[in-house]
Each structure stands twice: as C-alpha cells, then as structure tokens.
C-alpha cells in the first residue's frame, strides 16, 4: 500500500509553453501533498503544499503565479509550470500523507518524479 | 524543524554493515527521526523513523543517541542497490512538511 504515482515521467517542451503534471496517491487518500523540485546534484527544495479544496501554500521564493497547484480531489494534485523557461528543467517530485489509516497515519510517500526539459 | 547535519559521503565494502550517522543537537522532545533514500532520478523511499527508542525494520536500524542529538541509520548487510543519498530528517510529531538537508551519498562498493 501507500503509493504514489506521478505522470508524465519525463516531459520535453519548448520554451513559453506550459506543463502539466499530475500526482496521484494510488490506495490512500490525502488532503495534503507536497512538490519539491530537485536540480541535478542537489538536494529536493520544497516548493509548496497542496491542501483539498484550499490554495496552496508555498515556500519563501517560489513564483505562485508560475507553478500552479490544484488539489481538486483526495487522490490528486496537479503542478502546472506556466510559461517554462530553460532554467525551469528540472525533477519535480511530489509526495502524499496519509491520514486516517492505522498503519501510515502521518506519514509521507514519494512518487517516482517527473523529469521536465524546457528547450 | 530541527536542523541535520550528515557527512556528505562514505563507501562501504559489499556484505558489511553500513553506518550512516546525523548529527541533530537542537532537536526537541516532539521531534521524530526520520530516514529517506534517494536512488538516482527515483524518488525518495522511506526507510525508517523513530523517537527516542532504537527502531528495526527490513530495511535497516535506527539508533538514537540517549540525549537523543544524534543517530545512528545501519544497512546490516549492504548490497550494490544500496548505493543512494540518504537523508535524515527531523520533523514534528504533528508536523507537515520534510525540510531535506544535502544527505550523504552512500556507495557500495563490490
């Protein structure tokens, strides 16, 4: 139990284009999700946490108006890169808590990333 | 949160026990461990967590230091796929986000 999935894995757009990624809890539900992005060689940077039915909320630096987040349901929240630039190429991971069940309460699970190349 | 700090690598030899320390001074009493791995382009895998008592899993070991300002995450029997960054973490009992620091990037070594 407890996974979650992200799509696309890897995504190549031209620059000014927007990109969308969806991260999904596959058997839990979530109220609160989490993007990080990574660059390479570098540790994961939160970037804002996804809240059911509310707005997201997001770190010190990151540009709302760029990375927007929806939580529309238990299972999903997506993450839309508006207007990508070069410098937005990077790994965008997302999490999931779980709550409400015994074993996992609380906890956070990772989905597998998406590798996102603004050319 | 608690701030972690973690030697930025270390080998360990196939079929030996890795020991992965993290130092957390400032931790408080609500604080948790927390252990995640992060294989390359993957997405960090939960490992292990715990308080103030040591924790074992499948996975591995976690030994918290009595004064709890440090711990000790062991891989008994380190295999080739346990080459990855290891990050320790230290978050609130009821607390939401995980705040990663720069890990340690552990390789096996055949």
């Known amino acids: 139990g407890a996974v979650v999935s992200q799509h696309p894995s890897w995504v190549i757009c031209k620059s000014g284009t927007s990109v969308k990624i969806e991260c999904r809890s596959l058997?839990?539900?979530?109220?609160?999700m989490f993007w990080y992005r990574q660059f390479p060689k570098q540790s994961l940077m939160l970037m804002a946490t996804s809240n059911e039915g509310s707005k997201a909320t997001y770190e010190q630096g990151v540009e709302k108006d760029k990375f927007l987040i929806n939580h529309a349901s238990l299972t999903l929240s997506t993450l839309t890169v508006t207007s990508a630039h070069p410098e937005d190429s990077s790994f965008y991971i997302c999490?999931?808590?779980?709550?409400?069940?015994?074993?996992?309460?609380?906890?956070?699970?990772f989905g597998p990333g998406t590798r996102l190349t603004v050319l | 949160d608690a701030k972690t700090t973690q030697p930025t690598s270390m080998d360990c030899a196939e079929g030996r026990a890795a020991n992965l320390p993290c130092n957390h001074s400032?931790?408080?009493?609500?604080?948790?461990v927390y252990w995640y791995r992060q294989i390359h382009s993957q997405g960090p895998q939960y490992i292990i967590h715990?308080?103030?008592n040591n924790e074992t899993n499948e996975m591995a070991s976690l030994i918290i230091t009595e004064d709890r300002k440090s711990s000790t995450l062991i891989l008994p029997h380190a295999t080739l796929r346990d080459t990855a960054v290891y990050y320790c973490?230290?978050?609130?009992?009821?607390?939401?986000?995980?705040?990663f620091g720069t890990g340690t990037s552990l390789t096996v070594i055949p």
């Open positions: 058997d839990f539900q979530a109220t609160t």
């Open positions: 999490s999931a808590r779980s709550e409400g069940t015994r074993t996992f309460y609380n906890e956070q699970f």
């Open positions: 715990g308080l103030k």
């Open positions: 400032t931790i408080s009493g609500n604080e948790y």
């Open positions: 973490i230290v978050r609130h009992a009821t607390g939401n986000q995980f705040y």
